[in-house]
Each structure stands twice: as structure tokens, then as C-alpha cells.
């Protein structure tokens, strides 16, 4: 039984130009919160959940809308094409009120020059600011005007942290920045037009993206028997990052994320990530012929097993058993503890890094990406031979030893030995990513993949939206050691739950048919 990578690819292109939009919004829209419009930490980061609070809602919605479409160019294609262009619709349209809000404070913009620096000093000597550390300071108590004046991107300063070591530290982060978004926030605040707009066509583009998510990652079932789903699901994995790798590489080339760059526009940027969401988009169109390939699967599925064929062409759906239906519980209980743990790792690592072992977080985050990447299409092949649930334990087994191990860290511990427990993390979590969907999606009928796709994701979403601030909790009201006992927990109780899960793992049955797997056409 072989899998049709061609043809995988090409369904992938659609995955390739989510996380190719997912990479550039994370980049950027953090940063024009808090540069531009002056919001504070609190009021960006609840503007940056809004993703994860519209996805409990709208993917499970699109996934079954989706489910009903009948068009002459399938189920999800419909849906793929008209979000994907009004998506770059509305990220064009963000460039421009974006572009408004630089106008608004052109007078605060300019990096390294004095007179600048001068206005800013003016208007906000005597206020209250606080620096990304928490500490309050006032300018006048640190700084005359001329000495602030002078101060550019590069002025520097050592001291010593809390671990007695001497360190380098930027004074144009500490006190320049966060005195610039202060001008930047009574500008908004004088005016709030603009932000209210900015948020506005957030939001229409926050649900564009939604209305196609599902649909997206819902056609690889639609068109892979479910033996090769696993497979098929690396590859879909493969084609995202190649999407985020490429837009990441971009705002390297262009230095997007440097701190003399905070006030750039970013209507070029947009206009090239645009251009190369509607050229994949074009590549989909042109390559992926969904009904055909869906009938194929149908037909490729009826002779694997005869006995149990694909309703879906009939447009019928299947009713879950009451083991099926406890399968399917356990399933998401495991894919919202898992998750619980893993994002409460990388959405904290890096404060947790800093602050606990005196770290830099990101070459532990990157070598645990690229080890995740490598592993995506080996961990496919394993579970076509042992199994998904089998598979997926060992991942869960191996995330657990990587946090558990963790917990044990300190600042004099080797920096090799934590890149060695996050690049076992990242294997862990390609293991259990890789497998996780394709278990959902073969307890449904293809009449209902959309509905159950949408299952997935609210299990996912919830999870990432609430554990952030649960962990943080505990590390504001316990102590920051608290982090990696806290994903281990979750962690290991994902194993407990997993035992239960009876369902969802297909593996061949028997070699009848098989010639017409293989024999697919292009």
C-alpha cells in the first residue's frame, strides 16, 4: 500500500499558505499593538487570543458547513478559495489603517535621531513608565534631556542579574521603548478611531481565515484511505512549516522583528505574504481535482474492506457506537492535556529561560522545531507499522520524560543537556501531532471528516487558550520553578486517558484491493 506523495503535496499547499498567513500575523501583529498603538501587554495579549476564542466557534461550524457543500469543485474547495482571497483582502486592508496609525505618530517614529528623542523626553519625563522587567522609573530620575537625547538602538550598559553574573543590558529597550509607547498610547487614546477600525478588520480577517482552517486540513481524510492517513498527515505537517519557514525567512532578510524596525510599514510585507498565500492558492486550484480524487478514495476504500464502505459519495453518515463514542471522549480528553502541557512550555520557555536559568530560550525553541520537523515523516512510517495509539504513547512518553527531566534544571545546568531534553520534546510532539487527527477522523463516516475535523480543533484551541494563564498563575502565585511539574502533569495524565482509547487506529486488514490503491491516478 503506498501513499500518493504527489498528490499529498499538492492537497498540502493549502496547509502551506495557513501557516505561511499564522507566521507573519504572530511577527507582527504583537508588535503594531504595543509600538504603534501604545496597548499595554494585557490589552495586546487579549487581542492576540482573539484567534484561539474565535476558533472554539467558527472551525467546528465551517468544518460541518463544509460536510454539506455540494459544488461541481467539491466540499472544501469552495471554502479554501473564497477565504483565502478574502484573507489577503483584509491583510492588505490591516496595511493601510496600520499605515494611518504611523501617520498619527510620525512625530515619535524616527529612530536614532535627537530631536526625536527630545519630544519624547518632553512629554513623558515625569510619568510613571515601567520597564519589560515590571520596574517602575520615571525618565527625570534617570536621565536629563540631553543625556536621553543621546541615547540610540546600540546604547548599552552591564550589571549584575539575580544570579550574580554580569550581563549585558540594551537602555534603549529598558527605558526608550516603553516611554515611546506611551506618546504612542495618548495618541490612540485622543483618537481611538483608528484602533477601533484596526480591530474591526482584525476581526474580518481573524473569520476569513477561520471559514477555510477546517475545510483545509479536513480534505487530506477526504481523498486518503485511512490506513496512510498518518503518513499523509507528516506530509501536510511538512508543507505548513515549509510555509512559516519561508515567511520567517523573510522577515529575517527584512528584520522585522528588529527594534529599530518597530515602526516600519508593513504594506510591502503584507502585499509579498499575500502574493504567496494566492500563488499557492493558484497551485492548489489548478492541481487538486477534489471530487475526482475523493471518488477514487471512495472506491479505494470499498476494496480494502468491502465490508465497511466510505458512505459518504451517498452523503450518509455514521452513528458512533457507545465504545466508539467513549473512544472518541477519551481521544480529545488526551489531545486537550497534552496540549495543556506542551503550549504552557512554549508560550512561558522564554520568560521562564531568563528569569529561572539565566538561558537564552531561543535555540532550545529552534532545535526543538527542527527536530520536530525531521521526525514528522519517520514517526508516519512507524505508526503504519505498530499503530497510531501505540505510536502516540511513546510520544506522550517521551514529552513527559523531556519535562520531567526538565523540572530538574537550574541555571548552572549545561546548556546541551535542556537542548537535548527540547529536541526529544519536539520528536515527542511531531510522535503525537502527526497521529492524533488521522485517530479522530477515522471514527466518522467521510460525510462528517469537516465535523470531526472541527472536534480536533476545539479540543486543540481550548487547550491553547487556556493554558497560558493557568501556568502563569501558578508561576506569579507559587514560583516560576512551577512551569515543567505543571506540563508534566498534564502530560502524564494524557498517557491515563489514552489507555482508554479503543478506537481510531486503522491499520490494513487484509491485501485485497490493494493494486487499485496503487494504481490512483495523478
Not at 161 to 185: D, I, M, S
Not at 310 to 319: I, M
Not at 362 to 375: D, G, K, R, S
Request: net charge positive; charged share 15%; hydrophobic share 50%.
Amino acid at each position: 500500500m503506498k501513499l500518493n506523495y504527489k498528490r499529498t503535496i499538492l492537497v498540502g499547499f493549502a496547509f502551506f499558505l495557513i501557516c505561511a498567513f499564522w507566521q507573519i500575523y504572530d511577527v507582527t501583529i504583537a508588535m503594531t499593538l504595543t509600538s504603534k498603538f501604545g496597548l499595554s501587554q494585557t490589552a495586546s495579549g487579549v487581542v492576540m487570543a482573539l484567534d484561539n476564542i474565535l476558533a472554539l466557534f467558527l472551525l467546528p461550524l465551517f468544518g460541518t458547513l463544509s460536510d454539506k457543500k455540494v459544488s461541481k469543485s467539491g466540499r472544501r474547495t469552495p471554502f479554501i478559495r473564497t477565504g483565502t482571497v478574502l484573507a489577503v483582502v483584509f491583510l492588505l486592508a490591516l496595511s493601510f489603517v496600520d499605515n494611518a496609525q504611523l501617520k498619527k505618530i510620525e512625530r515619535y517614529s524616527a529612530v536614532n535621531d535627537p530631536a526625536t528623542m527630545e519630544l519624547i523626553y518632553d512629554e513623558q519625563k515625569d510619568a510613571v513608565l515601567h520597564t519589560p522587567e515590571g520596574v517602575e522609573y520615571k525618565l527625570s530620575d534617570l536621565y536629563t534631556r540631553e543625556e536621553f537625547a543621546k541615547l540610540t538602538t546600540d546604547s548599552k550598559t552591564t550589571e549584575l542579574n539575580k544570579f550574580g553574573r554580569e550581563v549585558e543590558v540594551n537602555l534603549y529597550t529598558r527605558h526608550v521603548v516603553p516611554a515611546r509607547q506611551a506618546c504612542a498610547a495618548a495618541v490612540t487614546a485622543e483618537n481611538p478611531a483608528v484602533v477601533i477600525v484596526f480591530l474591526c478588520v482584525l476581526l474580518a480577517l481573524l473569520v476569513s481565515m477561520a471559514t477555510f482552517r477546517t475545510p483545509a486540513v479536513a480534505l487530506m481524510p477526504d481523498v486518503t484511505v485511512k490506513p496512510l492517513r498518518s503518513k499523509a498527515n507528516a506530509v501536510i505537517n511538512l508543507m505548513g512549516n515549509a510555509g512559516g519557514i519561508i515567511v520567517l525567512a523573510l522577515g529575517s532578510v527584512l528584520a522585522i522583528s528588529k527594534v529599530k524596525n518597530a515602526y516600519m510599514s508593513y504594506t510591502g510585507v503584507y502585499a509579498i505574504v499575500g502574493a504567496i498565500m494566492l500563488a499557492a492558492l493558484v497551485i492548489f486550484l489548478l492541481t487538486v481535482k477534489e471530487p475526482k480524487w475523493a471518488a477514487e478514495m471512495q472506491q479505494a476504500s470499498a476494496a480494502l474492506e468491502p465490508e465497511k464502505e466510505e458512505p459518504a459519495a451517498a452523503g450518509e453518515k455514521k452513528k458512533l457506537s457507545k465504545a466508539e463514542l467513549c473512544s472518541l471522549i477519551f481521544l480529545l480528553a488526551s489531545i486537550v492535556l497534552w496540549f495543556f502541557g506542551y503550549n504552557a512550555v512554549t508560550s512561558k520557555y522564554t520568560v521562564y529561560a531568563q528569569n529561572v536559568l539565566d538561558k537564552d530560550a531561543t535555540t532550545t525553541l529552534l532545535l526543538a522545531n527542527v527536530a520536530a520537523i525531521v521526525a514528522y515523516l519517520p514517526v508516519g512510517m512507524v505508526a503504519s507499522k505498530i499503530g497510531r495509539k501505540k505510536t502516540i504513547m511513546a510520544g506522550v512518553v517521551m514529552l513527559f520524560t523531556a519535562f520531567f527531566a526538565a523540572c530538574f534544571m537550574t541555571a548552572s545546568s549545561p546548556n546541551w543537556l535542556m537542548s537535548c531534553m527540547f529536541c526529544l520534546a519536539g520528536v515527542a510532539w511531531a510522535t503525537i501531532n502527526v497521529n492524533s487527527f488521522p485517530m479522530v477522523v477515522e471514527m466518522c463516516s467521510g460525510a462528517d471528516v469537516g465535523k470531526y475535523t472541527g472536534f480536533y480543533y476545539t479540543a486543540s484551541m481550548a487547550a491553547q487558550s487556556l493554558t497560558p494563564t493557568i501556568s502563569g498563575i501558578f508561576m506569579d502565585r507559587i514560583a516560576m520553578t512551577t512551569l515543567f511539574p505543571y506540563a508534566s502533569v498534564f502530560v502524564g495524565l494524557a498517557f491515563v486517558t489514552m489507555i482508554f482509547v479503543k478506537h481510531g487506529d486503522s491499520r490494513p486488514q487484509a491485501k485485497k484491493g490493494l493494486e487499485a490503491l496503487e494504481d490512483m491516478e495523478d
